[in-house]
C-alpha cells in the first residue's frame, strides 16, 4: 500500500508487518526490530496529535537478538605462539603482549596503561596484578601465570614511573597481530581481543567459577561472563 489512515493500523497489522520483513528482507533482527520501532514512534506521535487514543502496535514484541558468540584463540593456538618467537623487536614485544593477554585476560589498553604499581604480592608471595579496565572502571585482580611472570621479567617492573610495557598505539601493531594469525593458518584476521577471550574461555574449560572468572576480567555483570561458556 502506498498509503493508509491510522485508524487503519492494528495490532495484527505490526505482526504482518514483521512477518513481511522476515519473509521479504533477510536481515538480523536488528534491522526488523529497528523498522519496528520506526513504526511505533510514528503512532506515538499520531497519539500525541490525538489522531489515535492508543498506539495499536504497542504490544508488538521485538525480537530477541542471538547470544554473540566470542572468536577466541584455542589452547593449541596460544601453544604454537608460545614456542614461535619472532626476530623483528616490534613483532616480538606484540607477540608477547600477546601471549599476556591469553593469560591475564587483560585488554590492549589496559596492559597499555599497566604500571610497576599494579603488580601486587601476597603475604606467601604469590604475584597479582590489581588495576580498573580502562573500558569499564571496574576493578580487575588478576594471579600471574608463571608464563605471564617471565614475561614481565623482560621488562619494567621497578620504576613506578614508567610503564611496564613501551607499547605503541593497538592500531600501529595490527599488523603484527594480524601476521600471527596468517603464520598460526587461520582464514579469519586474528585480533588482539581474541586473547582476552582465549583467557575466559581457557578459564571456563579448567572450570573455574564463573564469580571468580568475572572478578579476574573485571566484568560489572556476570552475564557477560557467562558468554564464554556459550
Known amino acids: 500500500k502506498e498509503d493508509m ?3 487503519d493500523i492494528t495490532e495484527e497489522f505490526g505482526t504482518n508487518f514483521i512477518l513481511y520483513l522476515k519473509t521479504n ?7 526488523r526490530n529497528h523498522c519496528l520501532c520506526l513504526l511505533k514512534r510514528l503512532l506515538y506521535l499520531a497519539v500525541d496529535n490525538e489522531i489515535l487514543r492508543t498506539n495499536p502496535v504497542e504490544d508488538v514484541e521485538y525480537e530477541k537478538k542471538p547470544a554473540p558468540r566470542h572468536k577466541y584463540v584455542t589452547r593449541e593456538e596460544m601453544k604454537r605462539i608460545m614456542a614461535m618467537p619472532l626476530n623483528d623487536g616490534r613483532a616480538e614485544l606484540g607477540r608477547r603482549a600477546f601471549i599476556f593477554s591469553c593469560l591475564t585476560g587483560l585488554a590492549y589498553a589496559d596492559i597499555k596503561q599497566l604500571h610497576p604499581r599494579h603488580i601486587e604480592t601476597t603475604a606467601d608471595g604469590r604475584r597479582f596484578i590489581r588495576i580498573n579496565r580502562k573500558k569499564t572502571g571496574v576493578e ?10 617471565q614475561i614481565l621479567a623482560l621488562y ?11 607499547l605503541p598505539s593497538r592500531d600501529s601493531i595490527w599488523h603484527e597481530i594480524r601476521e600471527i594469525g596468517v603464520i598460526l593458518g587461520r582464514n579469519d584476521d586474528l585480533s588482539y581481543h581474541q586473547a ?5 574461555v581457557l578459564l571456563i574449560s579448567e572450570s573455574v ?12 555483570n556476570i552475564s557477560t561472563t557467562q558468554g564464554y561458556a556459550r
Open 209 to 220: 567459577s564463573i564469580e571468580s572468572i568475572a572478578k579476574m576480567m573485571g566484568h560489572s
Open 5 to 7: 489512515l491510522f485508524t
Open 196 to 200: 582476552r577471550h582465549g583467557f575466559g
Open 140 to 149: 580487575a585482580v588478576i594471579p600471574l601465570h608463571p608464563i605471564a611472570e
Open 156 to 166: 619494567n617492573t621497578t620504576d613506578m614511573h614508567n610503564l611496564v610495557f613501551p
Open 25 to 31: 528482507y533477510p536481515h538480523k533482527p536488528s534491522y
